[in-house]
């Protein structure tokens, strides 16, 4: 109905929006891309590390903020490329909470390994609006990361509270979260509806630090 960019029409297959968060007073929608766009085309979406992470006004029903989202090389995950060489496009963000005002946890993952960060909205600049017309040349997309502060952008701060790697026994396709206190998390698995025979699991975890 209009209320988010048209930009983001040229989403990925399977990449739209998978995560979304609601601030302490309810007031703000949090949301992220899975995956950066295929702006301009899907060679863009395969190498590009930049993500689209929305605020949206539920009562004015529009959004305030679009931010860009950094995800990680694949080369840390490192369970992942235990037997090969994974790919930029692999990396995706499965799952976000909002843990105070313009405070996110965010979930970036591949399959084997899950890394949650810390996310704070203060010191990012908001994406400039030529960022979401398709006739910008290059597009967000085909930036790199060095080229970002000459565009005008800042992007999201992350800090790193849990790498399931340097945690034995973790399942695989951890993909949500659940935030009960400031150190205690349960994380779920995607079980891909059983096809294959795979359990839901659940696993309590408890940060060495709490949220800040």
């Given at each position: 109905?209009g209320k988010?960019?048209a930009i983001?029409v040229?989403?990925?297959?399977?990449r739209?929006?998978e995560?979304?968060?609601?601030?302490?007073?309810e007031?703000?929608?949090?949301?992220v891309?899975q995956?950066?766009?295929?702006n301009?085309?899907e060679?863009a979406?395969?190498?590009?590390r930049?993500?689209r992470?929305f605020?949206?006004?539920r009562?004015a029903?529009a959004?305030k903020h679009?931010y860009v989202?950094?995800?990680?090389?694949?080369?840390?995950?490192k369970a992942?490329?235990?037997?090969?060489?994974?790919?930029?496009g692999?990396?995706?963000?499965?799952?976000?909470a909002a843990?105070g005002?313009?405070?996110?946890l965010?979930?970036?993952r591949?399959?084997?390994t899950?890394?949650l960060y810390?996310?704070?909205l203060?010191?990012?600049?908001?994406?400039p609006a030529?960022f979401?017309?398709?006739?910008?040349?290059?597009?967000l997309?085909q930036l790199q990361s060095e080229d970002?502060a000459?565009?005008?952008?800042?992007?999201?701060k992350?800090?790193l509270?849990f790498n399931s790697?340097?945690h034995?026994?973790?399942?695989?396709?951890i993909?949500?979260v659940?935030v009960?206190?400031p150190?205690?998390?349960?994380?779920?698995?995607?079980n891909?509806?059983?096809i294959d025979?795979?359990?839901t699991?659940?696993?309590?975890?408890?940060?060495d630090k709490p949220?800040?």
């Amino acid at each position: 109905h209009g209320k988010l960019p048209a930009i983001l029409v040229k989403r990925e297959l399977n990449r739209g929006l998978e995560s979304i968060a609601v601030s302490p007073d309810e007031a703000t929608l949090y949301f992220v891309m899975q995956s950066p766009l295929a702006n301009p085309d899907e060679a863009a979406f395969k190498s590009s590390r930049l993500l689209r992470l929305f605020s949206f006004d539920r009562k004015a029903e529009a959004v305030k903020h679009e931010y860009v989202y950094q995800i990680d090389t694949p080369d840390a995950f490192k369970a992942d490329n235990a037997k090969k060489a994974r790919k930029q496009g692999d990396v995706k963000v499965s799952e976000m909470a909002a843990i105070g005002p313009d405070r996110l946890l965010v979930l970036e993952r591949i399959s084997k390994t899950t890394l949650l960060y810390e996310v704070d909205l203060a010191g990012a600049t908001p994406l400039p609006a030529r960022f979401d017309d398709v006739a910008t040349k290059p597009s967000l997309e085909q930036l790199q990361s060095e080229d970002l502060a000459a565009a005008g952008i800042v992007p999201l701060k992350k800090t790193l509270i849990f790498n399931s790697d340097d945690h034995a026994g973790m399942p695989d396709k951890i993909e949500g979260v659940a935030v009960i206190d400031p150190k205690t998390l349960v994380l779920v698995t995607d079980n891909d509806f059983g096809i294959d025979g795979a359990k839901t699991k659940m696993v309590r975890v408890t940060l060495d630090k709490p949220l800040n």
